[in-house]
């Protein structure tokens, strides 16, 4: 019998998947679901066809301002990875507005001003840890909030 026969049904089949790639940038960011769909707008804006994706609370944050040094070791230990094994050369680091993982709209007492420039000094600490951990790597920032995406570097 064959092993797809015991398999329950499938409600989902793609046959596009292919061998070895190589991703267009390493992407870090919020697994906040409200940002998604300005996300996935993006990538296909900007023209990636494969990216790796990391999803973390406060996405940046891990490598900025970390609760752990060891979540900011795994952050960079998968960043590694994934250049080993798709050639990945570039990162994009993204936070976004009314972030839980950094005390939310409350925070800020909703100064969307304040919010954004804290979140590029966050950018800025965390691109110098990925500068300093991957001199060769390009590194991008990135600020969501319900209006787009902006880059921040």
Not at 101 to 121: K, M, S, V
């Amino acid at each position: 019998m064959s092993l797809k026969k015991t398999l329950a049904p499938v409600f989902f089949y793609t046959s596009n998947l292919t061998g070895p790639y190589q991703a267009a940038a390493f992407v870090l960011c919020c697994f906040d679901a409200r940002f998604r769909h300005a996300f996935d707008a993006f990538i296909r804006h900007v023209g990636f066809e494969y990216i790796d994706v990391v999803s973390v609370a406060g996405g940046g944050k891990i490598l900025a301002s970390p609760e752990e040094a060891s979540d900011r070791a795994f952050l960079l230990r998968e960043i590694a990875t994934s250049r080993q094994l798709h050639n990945t050369q570039r990162v994009l680091v993204m936070t976004h507005r009314d972030c839980g993982a950094y005390g939310g709209d409350t925070r800020f007492e909703g100064d969307e001003e304040a919010e954004f420039t804290f979140h590029a000094a966050e950018h800025a600490k965390a691109r110098a840890v990925l500068i300093a951990a991957f001199p060769n790597m390009h590194v991008e920032t990135y600020f969501r909030d319900t209006h787009g995406i902006y880059q921040t570097w």
